[in-house]
């Protein structure tokens, strides 16, 4: 499966203390340009071995390669990355703020209830994962067969 997952508010906390996050080496920490949130690399070696294809999709203006610096700085590698323009370019005229299927994603991992509810409207496939959910990582494997 190609799966992708949202950063804020799902793997990057949106303020200081919203979640945990991984303790990464420090000649690693300025690669990095935002701290992950806890059980990300555990989740992404699982997933990985499993052989899925793992991708960031973000309605944010992050630059594609500073993203995948970020996870390169914590041992991840990512099969691909959606940031705002490249999601604007693709989806063209469709209204949602998401477009998974415009990617050929199969399922999305993100925290916005608004997210989950364009989902049911345009037929893609969403598992919420609430912030405050210490045991989220699980709740991903568990959704995918
Ligand atoms: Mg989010």
């Known amino acids: 499966m190609r799966i992708a997952f949202d950063l804020d508010g799902t793997l990057v906390p949106m303020f200081a203390g919203q979640f945990p996050v991984e303790r990464i080496a420090w000649p690693m920490r300025a690669f990095a340009a935002d701290p992950l949130r806890i059980g ?16 960031v999709y973000t309605s944010s203006l992050r630059k594609p390669f500073a993203i995948r610096r970020t996870f390169l700085a914590h041992g991840l590698r990512l099969d691909g990355v ?33 997210v989950e509810m364009e989902g049911r409207q345009h037929g893609f496939a969403v598992l919420r994962i609430d912030p405050d959910d210490a045991g989220w990582s699980r709740k991903v494997v568990d959704a995918i067969p």
Do not use: M
Not at 40 to 55: D, G, N, Q, S, V
């Open 82 to 114: 959606i940031n705002a323009d490249l999601h604007a370019q693709a989806s063209g005229a469709r209204v949602a703020s998401k477009y998974p299927s415009a990617f050929g994603i199969d399922l999305l991992i993100d925290d916005a209830p608004g």
């Open 40 to 55: 990300t690399t555990p989740l992404f070696r699982l997933l990985k071995a499993r052989k899925h294809e793992i991708w």
